[in-house]
């Protein structure tokens, strides 16, 4: 019998002492419950070592003070941890669902997802939640019994399912990344229903974080100024606020000050909109709340207008930054170069690569490259680069 989590108290949460197993056995652990021993696999994973140098926003050798994947997974789930404690749901799985839901990504961050995306067309594409699913299922060898990591049921469910149902009335099984449909001939994950509550608020506590970190990054990068913010509906307030509250106070504090109410603000509209939603729906188990038709965790109609807000101001002013745009070229050329030339030549591959390959230009080589390339760190990617491309790089 796994072992409860006593912190899980509403009637609505997923119980770790009920989890539907892992698709290999395994004896249970007697000092741990299910979902904490799936946060200490992910740990322990390559797969999160490496996000350490994969990029949030900019490229790992623009500076140590600006975000990471590996950064950005953490203030994830302790966002993600605080909330769920409040609602009464298990820490651990939320934990765990925010700490892997990043694992998929590509070097370069989206820059090197639509690059490897379009390299793959012809070949079932790419796809990062798919990616992230391919991972702890399969390209994970660190156990004896298994490949993957032998995640639970709830969790592999919350890391697919996390952003709502994947097939609906307009998105068949034909329409899914190849990834995942694959996996769904072995494992039913209910694609059709929406996840349990734990992954809900990971997804979430995702968007208040990178909202709002980004904002940060953004200041600290000097691509906007924070005048350039006033305007901004909730972030133009909290700006105000601190400006007038400590007059003279230095811009990096100010910075901190405003962005800590920011993710306050958001979280307690998240709750505040979540109670709501559980006092109309009156979910008695994990199971009615994937059965809802619409998603239990959720910010307030207000709240959803401010970060569309938001994320306008961030598209046009961070994320198509001239910049920005100038080192996101660079990546996807990186990456675009990386794929072809391995696609062509295998034998370029280091050798554990090269297994799986059905030769030049072959569908499975395909995925092996692409599998390849989307493990890279951003600084891998560029050595990996330069020791192809550079005719005066002598290493191998």
């Known amino acids: 019998m796994p072992i409860a989590n006593p912190a ?7 119980r770790a002492e009920e ?22 696999r992910i740990i322990h994973s390559g797969a999160f070592r490496r996000l350490k140098y994969k990029t949030q926003v900019f490229v ?5 003070n600006y975000r990471t994947r590996l950064s950005h997974s953490l203030e994830v789930a302790q966002v993600a941890r605080s909330i769920a404690r409040v609602l009464g749901l298990d820490e651990d799985l939320a934990e765990t669902l925010a700490l892997a839901h990043d694992l998929g990504h590509t070097p370069f961050g989206h820059a090197g997802e639509t690059a490897l995306d379009r390299c793959m067309d012809g070949f079932g594409g790419f796809d990062h939640n ?14 004896a019994r298994f490949d993957g990591l032998n995640l639970t049921w709830e969790t592999l469910e919350g890391l697919v399912k996390h952003n709502g149902p994947v097939l609906t009335p307009k998105r068949g099984v034909d329409a899914l990344p190849r990834a995942l449909a694959e996996y769904a001939e072995t494992q039913d994950l209910e694609l059709t229903t929406y996840a349990g509550p734990e992954a809900q608020v990971a997804a979430l506590a995702d968007d ?26 909730l972030v133009g307030d909290a700006f105000r606020a601190v400006l007038d509250e400590f007059p003279g106070l230095e811009t990096t504090r100010v910075i901190h000050e405003a962005v800590r109410r920011l993710i306050g603000a958001m979280v307690d509209d998240l709750l505040a909109e979540t109670l709501r939603r559980l006092a109309d729906a009156r979910p008695a188990s994990a199971a009615d709340v994937r059965a809802m038709d619409r998603p239990l965790v959720g910010f307030s109609a207000t709240m959803r207008e401010h970060n569309a ?8 002013r961070m994320y198509r930054h001239y910049r920005v745009n100038r080192s996101m070229s660079k990546a996807q050329r990186i990456v675009t170069d990386l794929f072809e030339l391995l696609h062509r030549e295998p034998d370029l591959l280091p050798p554990e690569w090269q297994e799986g390959c059905d030769g030049a230009g072959g569908l499975r080589t395909s995925r092996r490259v692409c599998d390849f390339i989307a493990g890279m760190t951003d ?18």
């Open 8 to 14: 899980a108290t509403a009637p609505y949460a997923t």
């Open 19 to 40: 989890t539907r197993g892992r698709l290999f056995a395994e004896a249970e652990s007697a000092t741990r419950t299910p979902f904490q021993r799936d946060r200490d």
């Open 60 to 64: 790992y050798h623009e500076g140590d």
């Open 130 to 143: 798919a990616q992230t699913l391919r991972i702890v299922t399969k390209l994970e060898r660190r156990y």
């Open 208 to 233: 208040i974080a990178y909202n709002n970190h980004d904002i940060d990054d953004g200041l600290r990068a000097g691509l906007f100024e924070i005048e350039d913010l006033m305007a901004l509906p």
């Open 309 to 316: 807000a938001l994320k306008s101001f961030l598209m046009q």
């Open 379 to 396: 600084r891998f990617a560029i050595e990996e680069h330069r020791r192809l491309f550079d005719l005066h790089d002598s290493r191998a």
